[in-house]
């Protein structure tokens, strides 16, 4: 076999490794995100002292001798065991159910592919348990004026603000189509909530609704013109829609209500560099710097706008500054139509080998 097809394949299953190790880190996410939700956490069914939930219940994952395989309250997954504690039962001189108990959490070290199949069996488990948790109308009134929910409950009718929750649940889970339908029948109820408002915007940019999102923010800044995260976001789907005017004038007043904020001074430079403006982008990137001087974003975003204004060296040095603070970013790069002309440059490359990192050489990254 020559160099070149072992090379090809190999780059073949280095991109598979990487697509595995980042999908297992979104799900890892994902998971501590629902457990941190469920409180308090359940206690293990015939377990005195582990709160936990079993990732397999049904047996259907090959564990490879692992035994109970359980996430617990912090999202992480463990192997739960049961057993005797002799220490306590020779310092009592008796048998106490209670003290003899010996539960013991194990930390699995698991590759990617063995994580995700039981991070997300845990995940499912927990989302049930959120389910049922949240699946109750009763609110307090407190709890009803918090959410913006003022309506009179009636038997059997869930509150606006319990289908937020439950809508917040199947967000978290990444399940946004449910999460929108819980979204619109809080609304239905209450036209003003502005948590419904809001995050069922969010759910509909998830799953690629720019209009219908853009319309649940536009409500939202009706209701409240100064919020900073409704106008990121909205400048945000202007942005993706090719609107740079509107975008620019949601991210400037923005600014203007909050100077120092990084991810709005970056976004801002975005716009700027769409609009062919390149050395205005500059200074709203390192004014992003200046703030939080280990944004990776914000170097990742200078390095575009010195490739924008032709400054290989410079594009180069914030590249690298970039990869070392997130090397997520070198896959980025590989894919990104403005750097991707470097990414088979002696240069660039030296970068990413100081870093000790093997990523494909091809300019588009496959």
């Given at each position: 076999?020559?160099?070149?097809?072992e090379?090809?394949?190999?780059?073949?299953?280095?991109?598979?490794?990487?697509?595995?190790?980042?999908?297992?880190?979104?799900?890892?996410?994902?998971?501590?995100?629902?457990?941190?939700?469920?409180?308090?956490?359940?206690?293990?069914?015939?377990?005195?002292?582990?709160?936990a939930?079993?990732?397999?219940?049904?047996?259907?994952?090959?564990?490879?001798?692992?035994?109970?395989?359980?996430?617990?309250?912090?999202?992480?997954?463990?192997?739960l065991?049961?057993?005797?504690?002799?220490?306590?039962?020779?310092?009592?001189?008796?048998?106490?159910?209670?003290?003899a108990?010996?539960?013991?959490?194990?930390?699995?070290?698991?590759?990617?592919?063995?994580?995700?199949?039981?991070?997300y069996?845990g995940?499912?488990?927990?989302?049930?348990?959120l389910?049922?948790?949240?699946s109750?109308?009763?609110?307090?009134?407190?709890?009803?004026k918090?959410?913006g929910d003022?309506?009179?409950?009636?038997?059997?009718?869930?509150?606006?603000?319990?289908?937020?929750?439950?809508?917040?649940v199947?967000?978290?889970?990444?399940?946004?189509?449910?999460?929108?339908?819980?979204?619109?029948?809080?609304?239905?109820?209450e036209?003003?909530?502005?948590?419904?408002?809001?995050?069922?915007?969010?759910?509909?940019?998830?799953?690629?609704?720019?209009?219908d999102?853009?319309?649940?923010?536009?409500?939202?800044?009706?209701?409240?013109?100064?919020?900073?995260?409704?106008?990121?976001?909205?400048?945000?789907?202007?942005?993706?829609?090719?609107?740079?005017?509107?975008?620019?004038?949601?991210f400037?007043?923005?600014?203007?209500?909050?100077?120092?904020?990084?991810?709005?001074?970056?976004?801002k430079g975005?716009?700027?560099?769409?609009k062919?403006?390149p050395?205005?982008?500059?200074?709203?990137?390192?004014?992003?710097?200046?703030?939080?001087?280990?944004?990776?974003?914000?170097h990742?975003?200078?390095?575009?706008?010195?490739?924008?204004?032709?400054?290989?060296?410079?594009?180069?040095?914030?590249?690298?500054?970039?990869?070392?603070?997130?090397?997520?970013?070198?896959?980025?790069?590989?894919?990104d139509s403005?750097?991707?002309?470097?990414?088979?440059?002696?240069?660039?490359?030296?970068?990413?080998?100081?870093?000790?990192?093997?990523?494909?050489?091809?300019?588009?990254?496959?």
């Amino acid at each position: 076999m020559d160099k070149d097809t072992e090379r090809e394949i190999l780059n073949r299953k280095s991109s598979a490794d990487r697509v595995l190790e980042k999908t297992a880190i979104e799900m890892e996410s994902l998971l501590k995100e629902a457990c941190l939700a469920l409180r308090p956490f359940p206690s293990f069914p015939n377990a005195f002292f582990t709160n936990a939930i079993e990732c397999d219940p049904n047996g259907l994952i090959g564990n490879d001798g692992n035994g109970c395989v359980v996430v617990t309250e912090n999202g992480e997954l463990h192997e739960l065991d049961f057993g005797v504690d002799h220490d306590a039962i020779e310092m009592l001189g008796s048998w106490d159910p209670v003290s003899a108990r010996k539960e013991t959490l194990r930390p699995l070290e698991l590759h990617p592919r063995d994580y995700l199949l039981f991070a997300y069996s845990g995940l499912v488990a927990v989302t049930e348990a959120l389910l049922e948790k949240n699946s109750s109308p009763v609110t307090s009134p407190e709890q009803e004026k918090l959410s913006g929910d003022y309506s009179t409950s009636q038997p059997g009718i869930q509150s606006a603000a319990s289908l937020v929750e439950e809508g917040n649940v199947y967000f978290t889970v990444s399940q946004y189509n449910l999460a929108i339908d819980r979204y619109t029948s809080a609304l239905e109820q209450e036209p003003k909530q502005i948590s419904a408002l809001y995050n069922r915007g969010r759910a509909n940019s998830h799953i690629g609704a720019l209009q219908d999102a853009l319309r649940d923010y536009h409500q939202v800044l009706n209701l409240v013109p100064d919020d900073l995260d409704t106008l990121n976001n909205r400048g945000l789907l202007y942005l993706e829609d090719g609107k740079l005017d509107a975008a620019l004038e949601d991210f400037e007043k923005a600014l203007a209500l909050n100077t120092t904020d990084t991810t709005l001074l970056v976004n801002k430079g975005l716009v700027l560099l769409a609009k062919e403006e390149p050395l205005q982008s500059l200074n709203s990137f390192k004014a992003a710097v200046e703030q939080d001087p280990v944004d990776p974003a914000a170097h990742y975003a200078i390095a575009k706008a010195f490739m924008a204004l032709g400054n290989r060296t410079e594009t180069l040095q914030a590249l690298q500054t970039a990869f070392r603070l997130d090397n997520s970013y070198i896959e980025a790069a590989f894919n990104d139509s403005a750097i991707s002309q470097l990414s088979n440059e002696p240069d660039f490359l030296e970068i990413i080998k100081e870093l000790g990192l093997d990523f494909p050489t091809t300019g588009d990254g496959k």
